[in-house]
């Protein structure tokens, strides 16, 4: 049996952000039905959450970790997608880690989170963002998941009673950044030469190093004096230092994170990366404009704020060009994911890892679409303002999917998941629906019944924020 590294798609490839307390299990699943080819990432997982010090068994303590967020291993059915995501500053406990986990999950890829912001900020103090500041120790951490990852395979290959001389695939090891950093909101300025030149040395760093995949959030990182929120929105987004770096780094993959918001937008990039890839075939005798070298492209909250448009992203990943029926894609997965969430809330106590409220997460994202698309599809029936009281208009390139019959059949789709769900639910407040009636406001706040009024308003201002 031999051990090759994970080996790049020549295909286009999206990938769902990290995203603290949504990209869990449960959000991932109903991400996998409505977009089987979308990258997955997990949750950025602290070293110190997953590997303490302070437990006197720290790999059975990982393991039990591991098996709440991701199931047990004989369950374990995301290793084809799945990238998990890692926040430390120590290559001997980072190393140790990831040499355990992998021993007992399988995944895509492990990422070393070099682009969260400042403690200050709401992130991380030594880790993150600051370590775009400190590239030898980002080498070393990329040398230390990259050993682990060698060993990790290298007993699995030892011990492995598999025929044949199948091959065991090692994850990539890729980093996730910014594009720079700013140590205070008042030191920021438009990105220069030499912003672009630190960059390029931090890339070329961790590539030596044994990185083969670099993921650039394209806005620089303030580390204090900013919030998390705005440290996303305020600084700008500059895709061009991207597409610098993946021009001068050929043999790295590289993703484009920032400033993805709808599907138009992104159909545009992904045709440039088509024409690159079409360029360099030595077959191809066309002349054309030149593409892009950017390999992947990722987004966060577009896809928490418009979930159902992971539909066209997967028409879009395999180039359907129209040929799915959205309605019935996201009908039948809103069933799936119900009865999957179903089946986790009748777990007996000892053996639940999902709460209610990351259970029904997905579903109110879900309703918050359709509310939106359903008032969309209202306004342009009454030919009136899309400007609604406290609630946002919805972008020209946001237009739905669905017909406005689809939205509403949808609407009892999920509406009867609701209802399903409550039978579960220990708070015991059912909400009675009208029979025939469209009410999204009534279906959005019945989740109140579920997980309770303080979480249901917070999944709202969330949502206001993404």
Known sequence: MTTTTTTTSQHAEF????????????????FHLLSPSCVKWTEMEKINDLFPKSESEPEQYLFQALEKRLG?????????????????????????????????????EININCGCPSIESGGAATYGASLMKDASLTAR???????ALVTSSSSSSSSSTT???DAILVPDVSVKCRIGTFDHVDEMHPLNEADFDDLRKYVATIQSAGANHVILHARPAVL?????VKNRIVPHV?????ERIAAEFPDMKVTLNGGIHHLSQLESLQNKGRRRRRLDDDDYSGTEAEGSRISSHMAGRWC??????????????????????????AKKAIEKYTDYALGMASLPSNRQRCTMSELCLPLFLVVEQLRDDHDYEENEEDNSSNIRMNRDPVDADDRPMLSYDDIEDLYHVVRESVQQLESFSKRGKKKQFPTNSINFKHLSSS??????????????????EL
């Open 304 to 329: 928490l704020r418009r979930p159902l448009d992971l539909i066209g992203i997967e028409a879009l990943l395999l180039q359907q060009n129209g040929e799915n029926d959205t309605h019935m894609v």
């Open 238 to 242: 500059n895709h061009e230092f991207v």
């Open 15 to 30: 990938h769902i952000a990290p995203m603290q307390c949504y990209t869990n299990s449960p959000t991932r699943h109903l």
């Open 141 to 147: 951490l990329v040398e230390s998941t990259r050993n």
């Open 224 to 228: 204090s004096g900013l919030s998390p």
């Open 72 to 108: 047990p291993p004989q369950d374990y059915n995301e290793a084809s997608h799945l990238v998990l995501q890692v926040g430390s500053n120590d290559p001997v406990r980072l190393q140790s880690c990831i040499e355990h986990a992998t021993q007992r999950y399988s995944f895509r």
């Open 163 to 165: 025929k044949g001389g």
């Open 447 to 464: 989740f109140k019944g579920l997980v309770g009024t303080k979480v249901a308003n917070k999944w709202k201002r969330n949502r206001c």
